[in-house]
């Protein structure tokens, strides 16, 4: 039988080019339908990194993989896996491969704007209702105003404005 050797890096908060040696981190490795793998006895929820790393062998598939500062609680619920989430990765392992992916933990303010487009789209679309998700735009908008932008999420910003600005979005 031959597995796949899964390299997981975990960035420091905010900043996707720095490995986090300062937290410990719970890695999951979920299937695509957002179930924990469960391989040979073997659950693949809270991976403990040492300096920001974990390695383990996962069979030949395509999977989900994040991290969390603390422990999903028992149980196979992809809702509850910890708190302060990683993004989450998609990780494509054949027979053999030695397949390394790097997490990034986005700060609250990331969140809040990605959060703050996702509504925006909804009501665009007419799947939320518009006076409830205005009054969650104008919320979350206030709180992010007293939350100061770390240098990723400025930096992201300005590209925003930039494109904003010159009204090209292509893909």
Aim: net charge negative; with cysteine; proline share 6%.
């Amino acid at each position: 039988m031959s597995t796949a050797q899964l390299n997981v890096w975990v960035t420091k908060v905010g900043d996707p080019c720095q490995i986090d040696m300062e937290h410990q981190w719970f890695v999951h490795v979920l299937h695509c339908d957002g179930t924990i793998l469960n391989w040979c006895g073997r659950r693949f929820t809270n991976i403990r990194t040492k300096c920001g790393h974990a390695e383990v062998a996962i069979p030949p598939g395509c999977y989900t993989v994040c991290a969390t500062w603390s422990p999903a609680p028992p149980g196979n619920n992809p809702t509850t896996l910890g708190n302060h989430i990683s993004h989450l990765s998609v990780v494509r392992a054949n027979c053999g491969d030695h397949v390394c992916v790097t997490l990034f933990p986005p700060t609250f303010h990331w969140c809040g704007i990605w959060w703050l487009q996702a509504l925006t789209t909804h009501m665009e679309n007419d799947t939320v209702d518009k006076e409830a998700g205005r009054a969650a735009l104008e919320a979350v908008r206030k709180v992010l105003a007293k939350v100061p932008a770390d240098p990723f999420t400025e930096a992201m910003l300005e590209i925003e404005s930039e494109d904003a600005k010159a009204n090209v979005f292509e893909a």
